[in-house]
């Protein structure tokens, strides 16, 4: 079957860098997602990986190893308002997306 | 605010209820989609619309109906729900380009939060 997985809940403090993982088996891979989701609102995308590497977008990080099945979010310079859930989506062989059940991350003062 | 407008926000219905969910994309895109998402649990996709066809239903209960009369709005009937369909309901839409290589990433509504009484 098609797995993703990541933590269920992480916490961090103000101003220091978290690392949010995530690893899938697919059928297939087209490509990774990583939305935000704030409680109460709508996921927001956030970053996508289809080849190997780091793709860096402001205070936010996103790298993929398709050999390993494994990505990481990389957030530094935390902010209060980065408290969210972040979701982990792999899009697979026929183009449908499986998501992990997210992280909800808590910033500390 | 992202382009995908869900109503209404919340909603409490009794098991013999009869409500809409309703969805509206103003982003021009061709595809649309009903997931649910339950506490700690992933994202499942309930129906997939491209081009105002439905393409995907998850072996989802037929107490639940989706209708898409043009690409813009999608609808979820709901009916003779039970207590265990209490959920937030997202909508989400993309941009579907068949033989090219695209990320087709998906934008989503800010859901409709259902209880089932």
């Known amino acids: 079957g098609q797995n993703i997985d990541q933590p269920t809940e992480m916490t961090a403090t103000e101003g220091a860098i978290v690392q949010i993982n995530c690893t899938y088996q697919t059928s297939g891979f087209n490509g990774l997602f990583w939305y935000q989701q704030h409680a109460g609102e709508a996921p927001t995308f956030l970053s996508y990986n289809v080849l190997d590497g780091l793709e860096e977008k402001g205070r936010f990080s996103s790298f993929l190893s398709r050999s390993k099945g494994y990505s990481y979010l990389l957030l530094k310079e935390l902010q209060m308002k980065d408290s969210a859930s972040y979701l982990c989506?792999?899009?697979?062989?026929?183009?449908?997306?499986?998501w992990g059940a997210g992280t909800k991350l808590i910033i500390k003062p | 605010e992202t382009g995908v407008t869900q109503t209404p926000r919340h909603l409490v219905m009794g098991m013999t209820n009869k409500k809409s969910l309703k969805c509206e994309q103003h982003l021009g895109h061709n595809a649309m989609y009903w997931y649910k998402q339950s506490a700690k649990k992933p994202l499942e996709l309930m129906f997939v619309?491209?081009?105002?066809?439905?393409?995907e239903n998850n072996s989802v209960p037929s107490r639940f109906s989706p209708e898409c009369p043009n690409s813009s709005h999608l609808f979820l009937h709901l009916h003779t729900l039970q207590p265990e369909d209490s959920a937030l309901y997202l909508c989400a839409s993309s941009q579907v380009e068949y033989g090219l290589a695209v990320t087709d990433t998906q934008y989503f509504g800010p859901g409709t939060r259902l209880t089932v009484l």
């Open positions: 989506a792999v899009m697979d062989s026929n183009y449908q997306l499986i």
């Open positions: 619309y491209n081009f105002k066809e439905q393409t």
